[in-house]
């Protein structure tokens, strides 16, 4: 009898300990806040996505950081079609090297424009010339603090 309402207290307690630990104030995730040209980007209600349509023809737009987060508005990772990609000039930092910090392969490139925050994102998406939509996933930011821009680029 003793072990059952041992047990039956440690699992209450742990029960309530998962509850209280949940409930961190800390644990609050911050939207980052851009301005962007080029592109029409709609964010979903409750989550920090962004959802863009592109042509299937070349195209170019900008991502500039603002608000109380700036400084942590910036690319920390591209997904092509589930493909995970890596900086040109990767030194293993998150935040962008220099002005001329690049990401590119076949599917086109972003480069920063500035080298300090506010940051200036240039991105430019290659012609989709297969027939299937093209998938881009660009994170920016880390941890609490961050906003993912999702874009499909229609087929030929």
């Known amino acids: 009898m003793r072990t059952k309402e041992l047990f039956g207290i440690t699992i209450l307690f742990l029960y309530v300990f998962c ?13 980052l806040s851009m301005d962007v040209d080029g ?13 863009g349509e592109a042509p299937a023809d070349r195209m170019k737009f900008t991502i500039t950081g603002k608000g109380k987060y700036v400084d942590l ?9 589930g493909v995970s990609q890596t ?4 030194q293993g930092k998150r935040e962008p090297v220099d002005e001329y910090s690049v990401w590119e392969g076949e599917w086109g490139y972003i480069k920063y424009q500035t080298k300090l925050p506010p940051y200036c994102m240039q991105f430019e ?21 961050h906003a993912i821009v999702k874009i499909i680029q229609k087929s030929r």
Request: overall charge negative.
């Open 73 to 81: 508005t910036y690319i920390t990772s591209v997904c092509i079609d």
């Open 125 to 145: 998406l290659a012609p989709n010339t297969s027939d299937k939509k093209r998938f881009y996933e660009f994170q920016l930011g880390y941890g609490y603090w």
């Open 39 to 51: 592109i029409e980007l709609t964010k979903e209600k409750k989550s920090e996505i962004y959802w």
């Open 87 to 90: 900086q040109k000039n990767d």
């Open 19 to 31: 509850f209280i630990g949940c409930s961190n104030e800390d644990e609050v995730f911050h939207s």
